[in-house]
């Protein structure tokens, strides 16, 4: 069964430190990798993906991804973080075998940045 | 255009009540999803309809789950004889369909039903 691991569960940092967020994942296939994030009293929104190409790929705000195939990861990061970022993130996956767009979701990291 | 809404927004209720929540997908996503949100546990895939298709309900944790699509749009989670662990945030997400590529689309989240049972 596919399962989505991330390391950090809570994280808290100053603005403009850089921020690295572990994303491993266990499956053999073809993934697709997502990061959504729900900011405080919002919506999960997506924030980036990836389906294929590029491994490193950029999403909204300043924030980039890079899959690396033989780690199973898909870290997050971004270089100065400020304090709107503070929020919740959440990696996932999606088998592209599986035809469908299940998402099975990491446990998740909260993140806080201080003024 | 308007995005996913869910209903109730929070639901309380006592253990061995029957709930129905209901979610509104983005018109013309032939792809919905429920998922639950429970503390600590992040979010947990519960069950999958695209089109007319039959459901992938691989997810839903118990038979006292169930849901349907009416439709093709509107659908409705039912957890029966409801037990306090089902306490959660359940979500509804919609997409347009998976690409033949297998590639899949980007799923849009409604705000969730926080379910509190007592």
């Known amino acids: 069964a596919q399962s989505v691991s991330q390391h950090n569960h809570h994280v808290i940092l100053s603005e403009a430190a850089s921020l690295e967020l572990g994303c491993n994942y266990s499956?053999?296939?073809?993934?697709?990798l997502f990061w959504y994030v729900q900011y405080p009293g919002q919506h999960l929104q997506l924030l980036l993906k990836?389906?294929?190409?590029?491994?490193l790929v950029k999403g909204i705000k300043g924030f980039e991804a890079e899959f690396i195939k033989s780690k199973f990861s898909f870290n997050l990061r971004k270089p100065s973080v400020q304090w709107s970022d503070t929020a919740e993130y959440f990696c996932?996956?999606?088998?592209?075998?599986?035809?469908?767009?299940?998402?099975?979701f990491g446990q998740g990291t909260t993140l806080q940045v201080k003024p | 255009g308007a995005g996913v809404s869910q209903s109730p927004s929070n639901k309380v209720t006592e253990k061995g009540k029957d709930v129905e929540l209901r979610c509104d997908p983005i018109?013309?996503?032939?792809?919905l999803y429920w998922y639950r949100q429970s503390l600590g546990q992040g979010l947990e895939f519960l069950i999958y309809?695209?089109?007319?298709?039959?459901?992938?309900k691989s997810g839903l944790p118990s038979d006292r789950f169930s849901a349907e699509r009416t439709g093709g749009s509107v659908s409705t989670l039912t957890i029966q004889r409801t037990q306090q662990e089902d306490s959660a945030v359940y979500l509804c997400?919609?997409?347009?369909?998976?690409?033949?590529?297998?590639?899949?689309?980007?799923?849009?989240f409604g705000p969730g039903t926080r379910l509190t049972v007592l």
């Open positions: 018109s013309g996503h032939t792809a």
């Open positions: 996932a996956v999606n088998a592209r075998s599986s035809n469908t767009g299940k998402l099975i």
């Open positions: 997400a919609s997409s347009p369909a998976v690409e033949a590529s297998g590639r899949a689309r980007e799923q849009f």
């Open positions: 990836y389906f294929s190409g590029d491994p």
């Open positions: 309809f695209q089109g007319n298709s039959a459901p992938d």
């Open positions: 499956y053999g296939g073809t993934v697709n």
